[in-house]
């Protein structure tokens, strides 16, 4: 997965480590080591058969999903988002469902979709981030989220729900929601309740938590972003004390939200990422 989004998309070693959520000298390594069996082993490149393609689905939906991820939010740079890899990303995603029509695969796009229907709302004519309670929702693509639903009730229908699709369904939650105030979060809790049943992935903790801070308090939620960070799950990932310090502002622990923000800023490498949160610690005073 790693060879394929160096090879297919490009992404810098440093781009495909924080997808895999691994240091970069791990990922430079794994790359190395990856290179070296196929030239040692002669590995050649073949168009595989199609009774081979099933196997092969759930490496490739992930390659996919990571390409959308670092078309959502770039790594680094002086933009927000890299739309020509998201759109790449549902391209990708049209492709599977075409030619392999799954509903793994359909869940997926649905997923995708749903996503970057939001894409116009994110940022200003600047350039600068809009969260989600404050962007205008009149700007989203209604299309685009009538295609995801569609496509998330056809992955539904062929049986239990997969991470996919329940990542799906919470995005469509969101997409469906007149307001921030209105969205339905105590659904969205609950379906990350499942989602962690079906991956290990600490970033759909750090997501429950976030969420939970809208049903039970930002005190409670604190608590379970303190124990992320604590496990050292996420590394050094910046949406650990991102996440941290907008808790503390809201319960008005002043000093402690300045020392999160303070980290958060460190080690954040996207400039639109930064300056947003330059601009919430400076908000704090």
Known sequence: MALALRWISGLSTEEIARAFLVPVPTMAQRLTRAKSKIEAARIPYEVPEARELPERLSAVLEVTYAIFNEGYVATAGSALQRVDLAEE??????????????????????LLWLVHARRAARCTAEGDLVPLEEQD???????????GKALLAEALATGAPTAYAIEA????????????????FRQIVTLYGMLRARTEAPIVALNEAVARAMVEGPERALADVEAIEASGALGAHHAVPAAKADLLRRLGRVEEARAAYDAAIATAKNEVERRFLTARRAALS
């Open 89 to 110: 990303a549902l391209r990708f995603g049209e492709l599977l469902v075409t030619l392999l029509p799954d509903a793994e695969a359909r869940a997926l796009l649905a």
């Open 137 to 147: 929702r009149s700007t989203w693509d209604r299309a685009a989220i009538a295609r």
């Open 169 to 184: 369904a919470i995005q469509a939650l969101h997409d469906d929601a007149p307001s921030f105030a209105a969205t339905d």
